[in-house]
């Protein structure tokens, strides 16, 4: 009874946690949007996102799908353009039985920051090219990221399909879906 107790404590505290996480985001995205409301800069936006991730390969067989949220800025630059975010992500791990008997792998918590260039085809369809890097969560190192997309622009409506790789020592993939908004 009383490990349980001291789990229930730890969960809590981790629970904790992510909230102030999520409150402090949610903070900065208030400041920021207020204050790109005020600046003139034709072209600039900004916005909340969420995805959801299907991951592949490795990942797939350890990792249940994932769900995240962020902070994402573009800018226009003609047909091109310039494209950032920052966000957290997390992969529920899985119980995997082996001849050994039976492993539970640790949940993946990351916080991906990704920069890139976006091409617009057509006035609201366009593809992407982002990289950057994903700081996994408890000191766990990171790995850097490569993300093409594809995705559909409507007024600030902002949906996206894309493929992303994180590369450490080997790599684990997922296919996304990101919808935002953009201000």
Not at 33 to 46: E, T, Y
Not at 66 to 73: I, R, Y
Not at 115 to 124: E, M, N, Q, S, T
């Amino acid at each position: 009874m009383h490990s349980l107790a001291g789990c229930l404590s730890v969960s809590s505290i981790v629970k904790q946690q992510y909230s102030m996480k999520a409150a402090l985001i949610a903070g900065v995205m208030f400041i920021i949007i207020n204050l790109q409301s005020k600046a003139q800069l034709k072209g600039f936006s900004i916005g909340p996102y969420a995805e959801l991730a299907k991951p592949m390969g490795n990942l797939e067989e350890t990792h249940k799908n994932g769900g995240g949220v962020g902070l994402s800025a573009d800018i226009r630059l003609g047909k091109w353009g310039l494209t950032g975010s920052a966000g957290y992500i997390h992969f529920t791990g899985k119980s995997i039985t082996t001849s050994g008997g039976t492993k539970d792998i640790p949940d993946i918590n990351a916080f991906p920051i990704r920069a890139g260039l976006k091409y617009r085809l057509a006035p609201i369809i366009y593809v992407k090219l982002e990289s950057g890097v994903a700081n996994f969560n408890k000191g766990n190192g990171s790995a850097v990221i490569v993300s093409p997309g594809i995705g559909l622009r409507i007024l600030g409506l902002d949906v996206q399909g894309k493929y992303e790789a994180w590369v450490n020592d080997g790599t684990n993939s997922f296919w996304g879906l990101k919808v935002g908004y953009n201000f």
